[in-house]
């Protein structure tokens, strides 16, 4: 390419940047950055694409203008400048593809990243962000359990005044020591908080032609036990059978997606895990943790712990036991349980056959294998609330007829289903209450005689399009996106791993979602 035509093109490249941004030009978010939420097809993106989010953040820092870029950067942005912003939060822990689009995972990033370092959690690439992704030195206090490129230019710089830390960016027990060492030889108050003070005599130092060596015995000391790094803002940390009870509850009844217990802990009461969360990572997906384990900074386990009780059942969707000993039997009855170097001291009993189908034994390399001493058996005790006005459906085939305008209002899931093309949830109905009121339930669960859930189960296709009003999906998972085409839409107890898309603001406003219910994506308002 000639001298002329690169700069013709490079200067076309920088108009359609600044008009996308000025909203002039809709930039449709379709690329290698799209969220692909369904197990087999990729999500049809619409046409045209929904308009960026506008900033309405209180973030304490505003987050304007840009020192690396002559526009701000935000969903639907796309060039070099974003492919620079993909390598640097690549550069913090996330898994982008470099691809110079502004999708959304790279808006899940950046929120995340805003999030992480009390931006304005707006979605938008300015100052402050390039300042953050470019520290200079952290403009938040750091302290034990704290995490991030923050904690990474603080291991950094101790390592540069003698210290040798792993750069790992979590505030552990090594580096409270260090830090807690460094303020003590320098006359600073000995709390083991790395704030302005702290930096400030630590840039001092690292800036010497020879770092100061520390003051620390040429033996380090052995860490003491954690728990595991992922938890520190995100579980429930418990060491008595009461507080367990409460972990394991739904997210609406103080449940977290990790439970992390730090020492033996027996009940002789029933539980059950229960309730449907979304990760921390990013981009989130569904899981449930019980971290039956301790840990030291570099991630090596130092301790594993046994929990006893004489029954636990799995309600929610892809959980997990980890690296300790469980003494009792289980019930599972929800998809996707995992063991990880765990010991079963009792029996497995699947509640349902996708329970069973897609239970996982997963041993790391290094550890103890997992073990059950028991057996391992489908047990069904599952029963619906659908009687005579329901669709009872197993198979693909059976779903779609359900779907459709011949189906009934209750559609009840019995397995866990999964399409390679998008469906259709078709048709206005009445429930059987008296008086009769409109609506439509796809139920994802089954239970017992005593009404309580005993069985959930997941839907994974590219796309469902939900034309009839008053529809719900409750109790379960939905994988892939959503288009909404009909007033008055639910979620109940349920989680959608993908995005949500509705065709007219009436139906937008018309949602709802109750406090048990997460979707992994965005809600956007378009038109097909």
């Given at each position: 390419?000639?001298?002329?035509?690169?700069?013709?093109?490079?200067?076309?490249?920088?108009?359609?940047?600044?008009?996308?941004?000025?909203?002039?030009?809709?930039?449709?978010?379709?690329?290698?950055?799209?969220?692909?939420?369904?197990?087999?097809?990729?999500?049809?993106?619409?046409?045209?694409?929904?308009?960026?989010?506008?900033?309405?953040?209180?973030?304490?820092?505003?987050?304007?203008?840009?020192?690396?870029?002559?526009?701000?950067?935000?969903?639907?942005?796309?060039?070099?400048?974003?492919?620079?912003?993909?390598?640097?939060?690549?550069?913090?822990?996330?898994?982008?593809?470099?691809?110079?689009?502004?999708?959304?995972?790279?808006?899940?990033?950046?929120?995340?990243?805003?999030?992480?370092?009390?931006?304005?959690?707006?979605?938008?690439?300015?100052?402050?962000?390039?300042?953050?992704?470019?520290?200079?030195?952290?403009?938040?206090?750091?302290?034990?359990?704290?995490s991030g490129s923050g904690v990474r230019y603080l291991q950094e710089n101790l390592n540069k005044a003698?210290?040798?830390?792993?750069?790992?960016?979590?505030?552990?027990?090594?580096?409270?020591?260090?830090?807690?060492?460094?303020?003590?030889?320098?006359?600073?108050?000995?709390?083991?908080?790395?704030?302005?003070?702290?930096?400030?005599?630590?840039?001092?130092?690292?800036?010497?032609?020879?770092?100061?060596?520390?003051?620390?015995?040429?033996?380090?000391?052995?860490?003491?036990?954690?728990?595991?790094?992922?938890?520190?803002?995100?579980?429930?940390?418990?060491?008595?059978?009461?507080?367990?009870?409460?972990?394991?509850?739904?997210?609406?009844?103080?449940?977290?997606?990790?439970?992390?217990?730090?020492?033996?802990?027996?009940?002789?009461?029933?539980?059950?895990?229960?309730?449907?969360?979304?990760?921390?990572?990013?981009?989130?997906?569904?899981?449930?943790?019980?971290?039956?384990?301790?840990?030291?900074?570099?991630?090596?386990?130092?301790?594993?712990?046994?929990?006893?009780?004489?029954?636990?059942?799995?309600?929610?969707?892809?959980?997990?036991?980890?690296?300790?000993?469980?003494?009792?039997?289980?019930?599972?009855?929800?998809?996707?349980?995992?063991?990880?170097?765990?010991?079963?001291?009792?029996?497995?009993?699947?509640?349902?056959?996708?329970?069973?189908?897609?239970?996982?034994?997963?041993?790391?390399?290094?550890?103890?294998?997992?073990?059950?001493?028991?057996?391992?058996?489908?047990?069904?005790?599952?029963?619906?609330?659908?009687?005579?006005?329901?669709?009872?459906?197993?198979?693909?085939?059976?779903?779609?007829?359900?779907?459709?305008?011949?189906?009934?209002?209750?559609?009840?899931?019995?397995?866990?289903?999964?399409?390679?093309?998008?469906?259709?949830?078709?048709?206005?109905?009445?429930?059987?209450?008296?008086?009769?009121?409109?609506?439509?339930?796809?139920?994802?669960?089954?239970?017992?005689?005593?009404?309580?859930?005993?069985?959930?189960?997941?839907?994974?296709?590219?796309?469902?399009?939900?034309?009839?009003?008053?529809?719900?999906?409750?109790?379960?998972?939905?994988?892939?996106?959503?288009?909404?085409?009909?007033?008055?839409?639910?979620?109940?107890?349920?989680?959608?791993?993908?995005?949500?898309?509705?065709?007219?603001?009436?139906?937008?406003?018309?949602?709802?979602?109750?406090?048990?219910?997460?979707?992994?994506?965005?809600?956007?308002?378009?038109?097909?």
């Amino acid at each position: 390419m000639n001298k002329r035509l690169k700069a013709t093109v490079c200067a076309a490249v920088v108009t359609c940047s600044f008009l996308a941004v000025q909203g002039t030009i809709n930039v449709s978010p379709v690329g290698v950055d799209v969220v692909s939420a369904a197990t087999n097809g990729t999500p049809t993106a619409p046409t045209p694409a929904p308009a960026p989010p506008k900033n309405t953040s209180t973030g304490s820092k505003a987050n304007y203008g840009s020192t690396n870029s002559s526009v701000l950067l935000r969903m639907g942005s796309s060039g070099s400048a974003v492919k620079s912003l993909q390598s640097n939060l690549n550069n913090y822990g996330y898994k982008l593809n470099v691809d110079g689009f502004f999708g959304p995972l790279t808006l899940n990033a950046v929120k995340d990243f805003q999030k992480q370092h009390s931006l304005a959690v707006d979605g938008i690439v300015g100052p402050n962000t390039y300042g953050e992704l470019n520290p200079t030195t952290p403009t938040a206090v750091l302290g034990r359990g704290s995490s991030g490129s923050g904690v990474r230019y603080l291991q950094e710089n101790l390592n540069k005044a003698g210290y040798s830390l792993n750069v790992d960016g979590i505030y552990g027990s090594l580096t409270l020591n260090a830090v807690k060492n460094f303020q003590k030889s320098n006359g600073l108050a000995v709390d083991g908080l790395a704030g302005p003070k702290t930096f400030a005599a630590l840039n001092a130092k690292v800036t010497d032609v020879v770092p100061p060596a520390p003051t620390t015995p040429t033996t380090p000391e052995k860490p003491a036990p954690q728990p595991p790094v992922d938890v520190v803002s995100a579980a429930s940390i418990v060491d008595n059978a009461d507080a367990f009870q409460k972990a394991i509850a739904p997210k609406s009844k103080g449940g977290k997606w990790i439970i992390s217990i730090t020492k033996n802990v027996t009940t002789d009461k029933e539980l059950v895990l229960d309730g449907q969360f979304v990760n921390t990572k990013t981009p989130p997906a569904v899981q449930r943790k019980i971290a039956l384990y301790s840990q030291d900074d570099k991630h090596v386990v130092t301790g594993r712990f046994t929990l006893t009780a004489p029954k636990l059942t799995i309600l929610s969707p892809y959980a997990s036991i980890e690296h300790g000993n469980f003494k009792g039997d289980i019930y599972v009855s929800a998809p996707y349980f995992k063991l990880i170097n765990a010991n079963i001291d009792g029996n497995i009993y699947f509640t349902n056959k996708a329970a069973k189908d897609t239970f996982k034994i997963d041993d790391k390399a290094g550890d103890d294998k997992t073990a059950i001493t028991g057996k391992q058996e489908l047990k069904l005790n599952s029963d619906v609330d659908v009687a005579t006005s329901a669709s009872i459906v197993n198979s693909n085939d059976a779903f779609e007829k359900a779907i459709s305008k011949d189906g009934k209002w209750i559609i009840a899931v019995l397995d866990n289903l999964t399409f390679n093309k998008e469906i259709v949830l078709d048709g206005t109905f009445n429930n059987t209450k008296t008086p009769p009121v409109q609506q439509r339930k796809i139920a994802l669960y089954a239970h017992n005689d005593n009404k309580v859930t005993d069985g959930r189960f997941m839907i994974t296709a590219p796309k469902l399009t939900v034309n009839s009003p008053s529809a719900s999906i409750e109790h379960g998972v939905f994988k892939g996106d959503i288009y909404v085409s009909a007033p008055n839409f639910k979620l109940v107890d349920a989680i959608v791993d993908g995005n949500i898309y509705f065709s007219s603001s009436e139906y937008k406003s018309t949602f709802k979602m109750d406090a048990d219910s997460t979707i992994t994506g965005q809600q956007w308002l378009t038109t097909k």
